[in-house]
């Protein structure tokens, strides 16, 4: 009842179980000489509070808490672990069942005790889809690989949907590559482990799956802090001849800029740069930039929306209401990572429809009224459920990245404060930044 294997020498089913308390169950037939049966994974959750859906894991312990072949215990993000993977909606129906693998994720996030996991399905584990709408706001069906966030470094110990929360703004009102979200509660091996953020992996599948096309047919990149991109599927060619492309030519000739629409999917690169602007994320794009093209002749550029966690008025990294992006992309972020987007600015027609459609977004998607509403939203939906985290992690007392865990739910909404505030006064600093910046006189 721990989560380990089931084996001839184990404790027999004899006579009827009594459980009073939250738990896992494995259990195995053997008959003589015959191969043993499949484990049978059972979870179950008692007397323990009903504010999320619950996500149950169950693993051997040796493979995630062993002192030698622990991944979780060693923090090994090269190896997966076999996992019996739950989930229960609120109305405590099993939304699915899979075995799969899992894994340490993240970089410096997988740093807190509570550390960002990946679950994948494989033939080898037994499921190859996790067979259900995890995402309401998304029309799939079916899922190979999903995220459990940790909300990312520091959020982790601020207000625990900061990254969620700019995806949710944006999210199916724009054409965007974004990562859909729901939060729930997680056990492992019916121990309580906090309030995880289920998102959208954004591996090939990801692609696959909002773009039907080939995954083995693309180039999928990744700026980190150097100028030679990490190439997480395909090669750097066409992006390092686009780049030379725009380095060589001016984008105010017609057939230059004709050329680089054949390259660069401009409307959803002008909708990525203007929410990154918007939520004033301060740690992009010499790294969490991501791009991807389909090989094919009629492929082009899109940027993916990610790890916005310095963003949206992060006290840690300095994102405020009142900054002006345009000068930090311009002026102190590394050139290398931000010419694509000052290029673009550079020809007339991407500059007149960037200022156009970002006036137009401060009016709609990014109306002060509507982010504000969703920040409430997002709190109540895990704020009776933040009292139980807070509890589960205030045992690890440790500064991490400057900051210790959240003490209490006053900290907790006073983080959460800091968000509302940047939706209700960034539009109005945005537009004054939009003004100055290209020297208008007005919007």
């Not at 019996?84 to 894994?103: S, T």
């Not at 974004?178 to 289920?198: L, S």
Request: charged content about 25%; proline content about 5%; some cysteine.
């Amino acid at each position: 009842m721990d989560g380990s294997l089931p084996k001839s020498s184990s404790a027999k089913y004899e006579t009827p179980l009594t459980i009073s308390s939250t738990t896992t169950l494995r259990v195995r037939a053997f008959e003589g000489n015959k191969l043993p049966s499949k484990i049978v994974t059972k979870s179950y959750i008692i007397d323990e509070p009903n504010n999320l859906p619950i996500l149950s894991i169950t693993a051997f312990p040796e493979t995630l808490f062993g002192r030698e072949i622990g991944i979780y215990t060693n923090e090994i993000k090269s190896r997966e672990a076999p996992v019996n993977v739950q989930l229960f909606e609120k109305d405590g129906n099993m939304a699915f069942e899979v075995d799969a693998g899992i894994r340490l994720t993240g970089q410096a996030s997988f740093q807190y005790p509570q550390k960002p996991l990946t679950i994948e399905t494989a033939s080898k584990y037994g499921d190859e889809v996790i067979d259900y709408p995890v995402f309401s706001n998304r029309p799939f069906e079916q899922y190979t690989s999903i995220y459990l966030r940790n909300s990312g470094t520091q959020d982790n110990r601020h207000t625990m949907f900061r990254d969620a929360l700019q995806h949710t703004i944006v999210i199916n009102q724009m054409d965007l590559e974004a990562q859909a979200y729901r939060p729930v509660a997680t056990y492992i091996n019916g121990q309580y482990w906090g309030i995880y953020n289920i998102r959208e992996k954004l591996d090939d599948n990801y692609i696959v799956a909002h773009h039907g096309i080939d995954p083995d047919n693309i180039d999928y990149l990744e700026y980190e802090f150097q100028p030679e991109p990490i190439v997480l599927a395909g090669d750097t060619k066409a992006y390092f001849a686009l780049q030379n492309f725009l380095s060589q030519n001016s984008m105010n000739i017609e057939a230059n800029w004709e050329y680089v629409k054949s390259q660069i999917d401009i409307n959803e690169v002008m909708n990525y740069l203007i929410t990154e602007l918007y939520c004033d994320n301060v740690n992009w794009p010499n790294t969490n930039s991501r791009w991807w093209k389909d090989k094919s002749e009629n492929g082009k550029w899109r940027y993916i929306f990610l790890d916005s966690d310095y963003g949206f008025g992060a006290p840690s990294y300095y994102s405020r209401y009142y900054n002006n992006t345009f000068e930090y992309l311009y002026y102190s972020v590394s050139q290398f990572s931000s010419f694509v987007f000052r290029k673009l600015l550079e020809n007339k027609e991407f500059k007149n429809e960037f200022i156009q459609r970002y006036a137009t977004y401060l009016n709609t998607v990014f109306k002060r009224e509507r982010v504000i509403g969703i920040v409430d939203s997002l709190q109540n939906q895990i704020a009776d459920e933040m009292v139980f985290h807070i509890d589960r992690w205030d045992d690890y007392p440790e500064p991490i990245y400057g900051y210790p865990p959240i003490p209490d739910i006053r900290t907790w909404n006073t983080e959460v404060a800091i968000m509302r505030e940047f939706a209700d006064k960034r539009p109005q600093y945005v537009k004054q930044s939009i003004i100055s910046f290209f020297n208008l006189s007005g919007l």
